[in-house]
């Protein structure tokens, strides 16, 4: 853990992927066992594992003494720009910290257009997080059955915990998707005016 993070982060989702790829040091049978056994319920979950704020959950972490203030500042400014619970947001940012900031703590305390560039770093690593609940769920599908793979009745096992509501919360969330509206600058944020700029510029190119 860089000297930026403090407080232990939760395994993330990007993190539980390369587990189950096999490329980490995490390989033997007992620990992909093990693994599963802590975050079926976030594969079950899928993407409604992240829940919207809430003042009860901002309370929380404004009490916890655990984390640093600074953390706690950023972590609810992270909160605001994604619709995202404040606990999820501090853990996300720990994550974050933990895995691909390259920072120090003193260096969290920039000026707004540098905090700014650093939320938006986040955002990426937040749907990035997203995917990889997918993929992991995907790849369990996927290799269950398959006789050949060294996982196969560790993945099984899971499947078994998982296939009575997969589908039915999967199409719910599928359902609620469709139906959700496009965050916009007043919802999240004046951010939400550069990410919505960069989708623009990903599908027709940067404006001329």
Known sequence: MTAAARGRCVRSSRELWTILLGRSALRELNQIEAELSKHWQRLLEGLSYYKPPSPNSAEKVKANKDV???LKELGLRISKFLGLDEEQSVQLLQCYLQEDYRGTRGSLKQDERQSQALILKIADYYYEERTCILRCVLHLLTYF????HPYRVEYADCVDKLEKELVTKYRQQFEELY????????THGNLMIIVLQRSLNMLYGPKR
């Open 145 to 148: 059955q398959d006789e050949r």
């Open 179 to 186: 139906k959700t509206e496009a965050p916009t600058w007043e």
């Open 68 to 70: 640093a203030s600074p």
